[in-house]
């Protein structure tokens, strides 16, 4: 079982920077796809970015070009480097961890196992 967490959410302002971090705890790190998804009140979580056990990515469309998501098996975690931030990419932030797929995927369903989310917000 994976347990995970993430950090790195805050405020900026539009046009900055934020990185989040999602570090796992558990057995088998490296053999799980993971992604990040997104979540406002009222909506349903949102895929942001995904990346395989291979290093393979995947990415919403609109955050193609901003986003870029990583990983480090050596030390168990999960990264989304936010470039170009706007005040729409608002939301709890949550890493999600499944062991196996066939290639990365944003379908929030597929995932078992899910952190408890990081705060971002964006201003004008």
């Known amino acids: 079982q994976v347990q995970l967490e993430e950090s790195g959410g805050g405020s900026v302002q539009a046009g900055g920077s934020l990185r989040l971090s999602c570090v796992a705890s558990?057995?088998?790190?490296?053999?799980?796809?993971m992604a990040w998804f997104r979540q406002t009140p009222g909506k349903g979580r949102e895929g942001v970015a995904a990346?395989?056990?291979?290093?393979?990515?995947t990415y919403a469309d609109s955050m193609k070009g901003r986003f870029t998501i990583s990983r480090d098996n050596a030390k168990n975690a999960l990264y989304l480097q936010m470039n170009d931030l706007k005040p729409e990419d608002t939301a709890t932030y949550y890493c999600?961890?499944?062991?196996?797929?066939?290639?990365?995927?944003?379908?929030?369903?597929?995932?078992?196992?899910w952190g408890q989310g990081t705060q971002v917000t964006v201003s004008s």
């Open positions: 999600a961890a499944v062991l196996s797929l066939g290639s990365p995927s944003l379908v929030a369903d597929i995932y078992k196992y």
């Open positions: 558990g057995y088998g790190f490296s053999s799980h796809y």
């Open positions: 990346i395989s056990r291979y290093g393979t990515t």
